[in-house]
């Protein structure tokens, strides 16, 4: 029989190995969602340089155009056109709009594009107060070098 | 004169935290009584000075003190007192000073109450707690003064965040908060073993009620803002993956590993450095949560204002907490040996399973939530959704349901394969059984199938370990064990019914019309001004009718002058078999109304599930107490 000293260490290490085996899965897992996630966040002008995102749920930033704002007969859906001062992109969405949700501002609606470019939304982001700008959309106006569309 | 005496409170615990420190290391250094004897009433005192300080800030809100900035920014004079009060700590100076009164309250407990530590390394975990506590006094009294004056004084203050006005919110932060320095309390226990080279099984029986205690409170915690988001934000959703809401989940994932190993530390002797490792970073998950929230780097319904400063503050405090416990963990690591050894198949082995999957979903929360502040400091911008958190550790937390209905089946040291199959007939049957009848009579979508088939089987293997046994002579804390994992199973439940059953109607409705949802009929009977103290509102009234019986419900549309908003305040009838949850809209000119209702089937079990989580922890929290009272009363007979 080994030494118990010995089976105390070959035990240590087959649970740093199983350990470092975990963080690794861990790190591959998330690597590969990643991927697919890399660009969960759209401008209207990003679909011009990366292709149209068809299979899966994304959110789409930026302003909300002036007078671009539709209520359908239906009562519950509202088509509007969001803009990044380079592109434009039509979203629809049925239900209840957010407060803050008006011409000339931010807007970022959670769904996914459709064949002919357009977006259907299912939901669109309230925030807490007029000043609030995603940091994200803050970031494609600053690139885009437009503030006002 | 309050806010003077409040300020001049925080200094002087602020003084005594660094006295307190600088006794301990001397003491431990030197070996000399005087010192050591004086660190436990310095703890003390400096607890209730923080408590003070707390006091006085909350005094000020009550009185609506407007020469003070905090209150003008945060408060309003025609606010309900409870609001005032709970205001105190619903703005980011406030809830820095709760951290820190809980932090001395916890200090001052821990020198009241713990008698099973040797002297040692009781001094030096006080030591530690006044590191901690010292870097958020500097953080108050220098970057975030809770007591600022605003010279002149306005007549009225600005109000408190509509959407903060709520009694959940007003009582959620500090639930958090209790569980985040419960954490820390914890990780001083290691430092302090560390520290004295003490890490062995007593050492884990002192430092395991703090962690099933954190626990608790970040279960209930986490369990009332799901529930809150659920109703507040009227998105019918109870899960957002939000960044705030992974900064209490990742402190939570670390605490439920730490409670697992800490058991086998207690009773097995074994784990040791992976114990120790575990509470650096439980600490560390809650100290990061702080400065997710607390910075203002995140975009998020619940984060406050902007500010890198203070952000940057929290970033130092953080590296310096973590990398100081790193540094004497890799420098005492060599000195922890390994208690004993166990085979693989055994309930030793299985708790490694548990902390090895744990760990992997707090890996993936953890990168999910950090990937877009490191990618933004590259310059990339992008954000990280739910789809990502979903699909990564939705999968590792499926095996982690199944591993903890295996787990408690195990026996100590070493257990037979064979003899675990016919222990696992009884769930198998059950998932299978259950499995089966629902593709019969309601097919969900193949998920939520899975999902609530594995919650039968955890159910099942959950409450296993009662049978045989006599009920009333089963130690409480096995009925804890039971209870918790069967609170999982039915959250799980409920998570996979809300996703496979929910029934959603959106529509237009003018006066009368009957609209159909789910079991339901709802009408709209009528629309009427209401005005409560600080806003008013339109609110409908909506009959909903099924199977002949009727009732009411009244959603509205609130509009809050101070400041200017409007928010929307579901209304929600809850009954034995779900939730009928209705929102309403604006109107369109035309006599209709927006109206969107939604049924969901056994929606409640998800918070039900996480109620009987923390009462688990609570009755092994008990029944740990009440043996330990028992040995020591017989120890002190004999």
Redesign the interface.
Known sequence: MTAPGWQAKHQRLTLALLGVAALVAAALLAMSALKDQASFFYAPSDVRKQGLPLDRAVRLGGMVQAGSIRRAPDGVTVHFVVGDGIATTPVTFAGITPDLFRERSGVVAEGRFNRDGSFTATNLLAKHDEKYMPPELAGKMHETKTLEP | MIAEAGLAALWFAAALAALQLALAALGLARGQPQPIAAVRPVAIVQGALAVAAMAALIALFLASDMSVKLVVENSHAAKPWIYKFAGAWGNHEGSMLLWVTILGLAGGAVAICERRLPERTLIATLGAQAGIALGFYAFLLFASNPFARLNPAPANGLGL?P?LQDPGLAFHPPTLYIGYVGISVAFSFAVGALVTRDVGPAFARAMRPWVLGAWIFLTLGITAGSYWAYYE???GGWWFWDPVENASLMPWLAATALLHSVTVLATRDGLRA?TVMLAVVAFSMSMIGTFLVRSGIL?S?HAFAVDPERGAFILVLLALYIGGALALFAARIGTV??G???SFVSREGGL?INN??L???L??VL??TL?PLIA?SFGV????????FN??AG??ALALVVAMAIGPLLRWRRDDASALLDRLIWPIAAAGFVGAALVVLAPPGILPLFGIALAAGLAVASVLPLVGRNLLRTPLFTWGMVVAHLGIAVSLAGMACDSAYTAET???ATVGQPVRVGPYVVKLDGIKPVVGQNWSALEARLSATRDGDTIVLRPQSRYFSD?V????ESAIATQWDGQLYT?L??A?G?G?W?L?LWWKPFVTLIWLGGVLIALGGALSLVGRWRRERRTAVREGCA
Request: aromatic residues 10%.
């Open positions: 965040n959407l934000l009227g998105w992976w975009t319904v040996r390994a004993t050894t166990f490694v090895l999957l760990s992997v979903i890996g993936i990168i999910g990937y933004a911008q992008l954000s990280v959704g739910p789809p990502f699909k990564a999968p590792i959106l529509v237009a400041p908003t409007t928010t929307s929102v809209g604006q369109d035309q209709r927006q969107r």
